[in-house]
Every structure is written in C-alpha cells, then in structure tokens.
C-alpha cells in the first residue's frame, strides 16, 4: 500500500506511475506528463507527505531523466528536512532535480546542510556544476578532483573535469590543457561513447594525436558501421580546427590493427583494414596473416597479380587510421535515411563540366535553405540556432543581411528608458550593421555575457583566418570565390563594431537565484550567447535588449525585463551621424531589415550629390510606397523631396533647357527615378481622393516651389506628363483641377490644409 488512508492518492499516483514508465521521450508525451503530473501536485498537495518515500523516489528519477525535473522538486520539496540533512537516496534525486531546473539559491541551502563527510562523487559534481554556473570556475575544479578521488575510473567525471579546466584557462592554453588531460588513465577509454569521442577529439587539438589515435582505431574495428559516423566526425572536426599533417602510424600491432589496404579483387574495390586474428572479422577487416593480406603486401602499387584463380590490383597501402577514414566515409554515403547529414558525388575531371556540377548542388542546397530562411513561423533566435549553433554571430549576420531571409517588426513593448541593457549575438549584430553601437555605449551601461564575448571572439577569429574564404552563386550564373582579404574589407565597418563590444561591454557573472520554469524550457532553442543572456537578464534584473519578439514576449512574461528595441533604436538613430545611419537605412532598403527612417533622413538622400544616394532614395521610397496615411501628408513630404531631386539633378546638368538631357553623359537617370516614385507614392494613399486629383495637387506644389524657376517648373510638366501617359491617367482631368489648386496654394502661401483639400476635392468631383 502507498498509503492507508487516501485512495484517492494512491490511485492517482499509480497513474502518474506508470505514464512516467511509459513516457517515450515526444513533445506530446512530455506535455501530458507534466500537466499530469502538475494536476497531482494540485489536487494532493496537502498529502505529499504521506508518499512512501522509495516509490516516490522511483517516480522522481523517471520525471528528471523525462526532462520535468521542476515537477520532481515540488514532489520531494517536502520531504527533505530543512537542516542536518543526510544524503539519502532521495536527497540525492532531489539535488540533481534543483540542478537540472537551476533552483541555484536552494541547491546552494540544501548543501550547505548536508556534512561534506558523506558526500560521494555525485554531489561533488553537483556542486561542481553549481559553482560553475556561478563563473567559480576553481571552486568547481577543486569539486570535481574531490569526485575523481572517489571513482577515477569515471569517464563522465574526467570529462566534466577537462570541460571545467578548458572553460577556466581558454582553449588556447595546449601546455595547461595537456598537463590536465595527462592525468586521465587509460582505462576511462575501454568502451566506446559521444564524450569518449569528444575527449579525444580534443587530445587532437592538443597536438596529441597518437594518443587518440590507437583508442580511436580500437573503437572502430570493433564496429565499423556502428562507429563509422563518430569516426568521421572526429575526421571532420580536425580538418575544420586547421589541423594538418598528422603523424600517423604506420601500424598499432599493439592493439591488434596494422596496416590499411585498398585494392580491386576480380575488377571490384575493396578497402580493408588488416587486423589480427583475436578481433570480429567483418566485410572491412582482413586477417593480417591470412594469405591474401600477405600476397597484397608484397605487391607495389598499381601491381596486378593473381591470387589462386582472381585477378588482384594492389592500388595502395597506407596508414590504418587513413584506411578507417575512407571506410567510415563509404559507411555513411551508402546510409539512406533523413538522419544522414553526410552527402557525397561524383564529378568530372574535366574542370567546366566539374564547375558546373557544384553549381547545379549549391543552387539546390540553396533553394531548400531559403525556404527555411523565409518562413516566417520560426522564430530568429530559433533559425540562428538551427543555422550555426557554434558560430552565433555568423548566424545572425546571415539572417539579418540575407534578402530572401524573413527578419521580423523589432519588438515595440517594454522597458522605454533602460540605464543598463544585455546585449546577445543578435543585438549586437544589428547594432554593428546599423552603426548604431557607439550610440549605445554613449547612452547605456552595455552587459555582455562571458559566453556572449566568447562567440564574438569567435567569429573575429574565424573571419582573420588567411585560410578563410566563401564560395557564393553569382545571379546569372557562376560561381564566385570570395577571399579572406575581400572579406575583411567587407566586415571592416562589423568587425570594428564588434571589438568595440569586447573592449567596452562589461561581463557579469549571474546571481545566485531560483530560476522560473518557463524560461527553462526555451533554454534549448537558443544558442549559448542568448541563453546566457536571458538567464542573466532573470538572476540580475537587467534588460534585456532582445530583437526576436517571440523571445522578448516570451522573456517579459516570464518574469524577465525585455527592452522597447524599436524605441530604443529610433532615438539611437537620431544620435547618429547621417552618413552612419545610412548604413542602417541601406540594409532596410536591400535586405528588409527593421530601421527606423525618418522624413529627414529622405531629406539628407534627396540633398546629396553622390548617385549611390539618390539609387539609395528611389529604392528607398520604392520599397514603402504606402507609408502615409492621407494625401495631404504624401505631399508635404514628397513634393519636397522631388523638388530637392530635381534642383540638384539640374545644377549638375541633367538637364538642358527645361528638358531631359538625353544625351548628356550625366543623365544617368537616378533623378527622373526618384520624381517617378515620389508621384507614384502620392497615388497610393487610401482617402478617397482620385488619383488625377492626388497628381494635381503634387504638381500644384512642386510648382509653387519653383514659382520663380520656370526652367524647372517645364522639367516638373514635362515629368509628370510621361508619368501621366505611363499609368494611363487622364491628361484632361489634371489640366483641369490644376489651375484651381495652384491659385488657391498662392493665396494661402504654402501647403493647403486638409479641409480645404477635401472641399477642393469635392468640387473636382461635382
């Protein structure tokens, strides 16, 4: 019996039993079982003390590996004493659910209670990863040697352990890291597993190849086709860190494993490993001292020989860890399913043909990443995560400068007037592509993660690499190779932004708090350098200047502080220089990205000389030609910035005689752009008016501005006549309500009011 005197509670509890032993790792199956296992805890919360404390247990260990470790806590809360508290088994879940939900300040109560004297290397680990979220990065080494003490068989413990070691003195330090990993026996590597992979991935980074490589090959050969996959990682990560040159053993007779074969037995290929007679045998593995392997080793390269009644071809014999490689690769192209992430194919030697097959494979792996970059029901922060979880700026700088790549309204709620914001890969990123940064700093205190600061670092260090370089699709066909000069010059202005955050953002380490549940359970659709700062931005009470708003939402009703971006990015941009901000405005125009563009920020377009501007300022009005609500307001604005273009494209002699200079080598065009636009943007407001009515009263006030340049006034007529004919409006009808509207803007000097626009329209309508 649970319980002798609430069957209600024990039937209730044998249900949430058994889901709990049913649950079968889905999205559904997970939400069933937590809102199962809320509604108990609801429903039972007076009685939880009366659960037998070792089926509680039980159901408590299926509920933290489920991934509902915040629902364990509230079941055991209860039954832990307060003080004096002794390590049960209980105890112990109860310790893991506070650090899987991050119930920091609790953990940190709870174990202060328990004597150290019987801590056993779980705790220690706990309490490593508790001062590790705290930045305490000594006190959770010196944890974690304590747990070693204990089992220094534990493969799980050493790699937490370098993990720790690595996190403390940068990845950088080989002498430091190598002293650490020297430490670690031989046995921890028995049996293969993802961080037995990972640690020796890592041995190779520190120049300790042959170190890893006999535990690599002996995992191999043991599976090959189970191994293949982990193999080929380790291969791959290698060669992506610039790893070069490895000093590969020509043989391991040590582990049973010699030489590598690759040779064509009666016309098909074959590629082998020649092993000793103790290991599994397998279509990839030869006996070293069968009597095939010993007639291949006698042969040279490309020698035919014959071998009983077969024709043989030894092609060539290598390392055994090159053989593996090339056995890995072969496993996992034959490998159908959608899990498989590795493609291979084929190409001709003939260099145009060659060309033209990685052309056709780029354009079709692009086609299906720009459906997933223009959907617009995956949140930004999510598609950064997907895209490149280790390289967030890279991500993001993708995102937000793609042109088909859907970049969603920042957000407009929250905190208006913040002294101090935290900034994440992404803010960052759309700071340095709008120049708006440096406003920033002179505004705000700027808090930046430690894991925020890394990824930055990140990103710089990739793009200097002399090795680095992009390979792109040209839009009429091609490809084009970008090199690492050509980049660096491009990302100058970004680069120059981000180092600015590394030299003046300031890093806080978080408070030790409890943390909310719901922010939790987003951590894992965000990369690194947004987590950190959400969770910072909760333990500190800091804004936190997100500009995905389903996270900042998210973020502010879950007991965190998210910043007003578009407030706060709009009065940025207006303690910015023009010829700053118009970097802001040109990735509006170009690639869609949010920027707040003003009236004079058209204004300064339309006042300058330099052409990119004016191409600048058609695209621009081009892009939002339903922008203005009302007719009235359409004119005001665009009557001026067509008599800014025109007077300028005059004075610089595109135009002769009242008339387009078509043979001017000046006419480039950009102007008559730029008036075609403004007239086509006055038609779209939505007030009623005609269009011919709209047109007439632009033309009216472009022509009271040039009242006493009649050479301008006839480029104006001529203009918008051409335009007229274009959109097929009536010439008759303009003629018609012109006089009137120019006679009435005379009497009232400027800009006529809008009742006198809508009785002015009536009339044109009677």
């Known amino acids: 019996m649970l319980v002798k005197s609430d069957r209600l509670l024990e039937r209730d509890f044998s249900l949430l039993e058994l889901q709990a032993m049913a649950f079968d790792r889905n999205l559904p199956a997970h939400r069933d ?53 002794w390590p049960s088994p209980l105890v112990q879940c109860y310790l893991l659910a506070l650090e899987n939900s991050h119930q920091l300040a609790t953990l940190n109560t709870v174990l202060s209670e328990i004597d150290e004297t019987f801590w056993d290397e779980n705790i220690y680990r706990i309490a490593a990863r508790k001062f590790e ?20 068989d534990s493969l799980a413990l050493w790699h937490y352990s370098i993990y720790l070691h690595i996190r403390k003195v940068g990845k950088d330090n080989i002498n430091s890291i190598s002293a650490k990993m020297a430490e670690m026996p031989e046995s921890i590597f028995e049996k293969s597993s993802d961080i037995g992979y990972q640690l020796l991935a890592q041995l190779i980074y520190i120049n300790e190849f042959k170190r890893a490589e006999k535990h690599l ?64 045998k397998n279509l990839y593995l030869l006996e070293h001292e069968s009597e095939l392997a010993k007639k291949l080793l006698t042969l040279n390269p490309q020698e035919e020989s014959v071998f009983g009644l077969s024709d043989i071809t030894l092609n060539e014999v290598e390392p055994p860890f090159l053989t593996a490689h090339k056995i890995a690769l072969e496993v996992c192209l034959r490998d159908r399913s959608e899990k498989n992430i590795i493609y291979g194919f084929t190409i001709s030697n003939d260099t145009n043909q060659a060309i033209t097959t990685i052309e056709n494979k780029m354009r079709r792996l692009s086609a299906a990443d720009d459906d997933f970059l223009a959907d617009h029901s995956f949140p930004l922060y999510f598609k950064g995560k997907q895209r490149d979880e280790f390289n967030s700026i890279k991500s993001a700088l993708q995102l937000l400068t793609h042109e088909i790549s859907f970049k969603p309204e920042l957000p407009e709620f929250g905190y208006d007037t913040p002294e101090t914001v935290i900034v994440d890969p992404y803010s960052i990123s759309y700071l340095a592509l709008t120049g708006l940064s440096q406003a920033l700093f002179n505004k705000c205190k700027v808090v930046i993660t430690h894991e925020t600061r890394e990824l930055v670092q990140i990103w710089l260090d990739h793009i200097n690499n002399d090795d680095y370089f992009s390979i792109g699709l040209l839009p009429e066909g091609g490809i084009q190779k970008i090199t690492a000069e050509d980049i660096r010059h491009q990302t100058s202005f970004i680069q120059d932004a981000l180092k600015t955050f590394l030299s003046e953002a300031i890093s806080l380490t978080p408070n030790t708090v409890d943390y909310p549940e719901m922010p939790l359970k987003f951590v894992e659709f965000l990369d690194l350098g ?75 377009l339309a006042l300058s000389s330099e052409d990119s501007d004016t191409i600048l300022l058609s695209e621009l009005l081009k892009k939002s030609p339903n922008v203005f609500q009302s007719t009235p307001e359409a004119v005001e604005v665009l ?16 135009f002769k005689e009242g008339l387009r200079a078509d043979g001017s080598p000046k006419n480039n065009g950009f102007v008559e752009r730029v008036f075609f636009r403004c007239c086509y943007s006055v038609m779209q ?82």
């Open 33 to 85: 079982l937590e809102q199962t296992a809320k509604l108990f805890i609801k429903t039972h919360h007076e009685s939880l003390q009366k659960i037998n404390p070792v089926r509680l247990h039980v159901l408590c260990e299926s509920l933290v590996q489920a991934g509902v470790s915040h629902i364990a806590c509230d079941l055991l809360r209860k039954q832990i004493p307060k003080e004096d508290i």
């Open 133 to 152: 979220l705290e930045r305490k990065f000594d006190l959770a080494i010196e944890q974690m040697s304590l747990a070693i003490d204990l089992r220094p």
């Open 639 to 654: 009557h001026k910035i067509a008599v800014i273009s025109l007077y300028h494209g005059f004075r610089d002699g595109q």
């Open 217 to 280: 090959l002996k995992w191999f050969v043991q599976n090959p086709e189970q191994e293949a996959k982990s193999f080929l990682n380790i291969a791959f990560s290698v060669s992506i860190h610039g790893i070069k040159d490895l000093p590969y053993s020509k043989e391991l007779p040590e582990i049973g494993i010699f030489r590598g074969v690759r040779y064509s037995f009666e016309g098909q290929k074959c590629t082998q490993l020649l092993v000793g007679s103790t290991l599994n």
């Open 685 to 766: 407001c939505k007030d009623g008016s005609s269009a011919e009515f709209k047109l007439a009263l632009f033309l009216a006030h472009v022509r009271h501005s040039f009242y006493d340049l009649p050479k301008l006034t006839d480029i104006a007529y001529h203009l918008v006549a051409r335009f007229i004919l274009g959109h097929f409006l009536s010439l008759d009808e303009i003629n018609r309500l012109l006089p009137s509207l120019c006679e009435q803007l005379e009497k009232e000097g400027g800009l006529l009011l809008k009742e006198s626009l809508m009785g002015k329209q009536d009339n044109s309508d009677e």
């Open 530 to 604: 947004c987590s950190s700062s959400m969770l910072l931005s909760i333990a500190n009470d800091i804004p936190w200047l997100c500009i995905d708003p389903f996270f900042a939402g998210f973020h502010q009703h879950s007991q965190g502080i998210s910043v007003n971006s578009k407030l706060l990015f709009a009065q940025l941009s207006q303690e910015t220089s023009f010829e700053i901000r118009k970097r802001g405005i040109y990735s509006h125009v170009y690639t869609g990205l949010p920027f707040p563009i003003t009236y004079s920020d058209t204004y300064q």
